[in-house]
């Protein structure tokens, strides 16, 4: 069984522009979670999507995005980007709603550096 | 919304030795508590968890223990080795409110030779 990827793994940008990152998860998972890892902040939860449908929402600025397709692959985006965007963006998903007590599985997250 | 604190930040051990891992949680009504490892260059995996309606569960040379009255937890792993060194991650949730999980901020213990 297939885990949780991500795309890209690593991503170089620029101040002011946009980007988009990929997750698709485990087969079957319905739920796709994700957060921004940043040295001494843990994991700060963005946003969580389950049946297309986003079902909770982190305390991050508009220009943090998401949405999820039909067959639970989702993406986020973030517009006008600033140097504090740097970090890991880590999703995972799992088969109902991450705070059901259902088993979070990580993907291995994209490295996003803000120059 | 829930707010988990996990201390310490930094936690080194000898080989051998066990290691405490404890973090805190305020909303009351929180009843599922897992717990994360996270190794380098890797995404943070499951390594156990507990539930409200037990104190303690182990497996192999992990154990969780949970104080709902103080409203905190820890994560015990007895006879460290060095694969152990990694950053640990605690978190809560209310499995009934359809609400997020809410991890700590982590733990990097490191297990010295």
């Known amino acids: 069984k297939a885990g949780v990827t991500q795309t890209p793994r690593y991503l170089i940008k620029t101040r002011g522009q946009q980007v988009t990152l990929s997750c698709s998860p485990i087969s079957g998972h319905r739920s796709v979670s994700w957060y921004q890892q940043t040295p001494g902040q843990g994991l700060q939860f963005l946003f969580e999507y389950f049946s297309e449908t986003q079902r909770n929402k982190g305390n991050f600025p508009g220009r943090f995005s998401g949405r999820q397709f039909s067959n639970s692959r989702s993406e986020m985006n973030v517009s006008t980007l600033e140097l504090g965007d740097s970090a890991l963006y880590l999703c995972a998903s799992s088969l109902g709603l991450a705070g059901s007590g259902d088993e979070q599985f990580f993907g291995p997250g994209t490295r996003l550096t803000v120059l | 919304g829930e707010n988990v604190e996990q201390h310490p930040s930094t936690l080194s051990v000898q080989e051998g030795d066990s290691a405490v891992i404890k973090c805190t949680y305020s909303?009351?009504?929180?009843?599922?508590f897992p717990w994360y490892k996270q190794e380098l260059g890797k995404g943070p995996q499951l390594i156990i968890d507990?539930?409200?309606?037990?104190g303690e569960k182990k497996d192999q040379r992990i154990a969780v223990t949970l104080n709902k009255t103080a409203k905190h937890f820890s994560l015990h792993i007895t006879e460290t080795q060095p694969e152990d060194s990694a950053v640990y991650f605690c978190?809560?949730?209310?499995?009934?409110?359809?609400?997020?999980?809410?991890f700590g901020t982590g733990t990097q213990l490191k297990v010295e030779l």
């Open positions: 909303d009351s009504a929180s009843n599922y």
């Open positions: 978190a809560a949730a209310f499995t009934g409110g359809g609400n997020k999980l809410t």
């Open positions: 507990i539930r409200s309606n037990v």
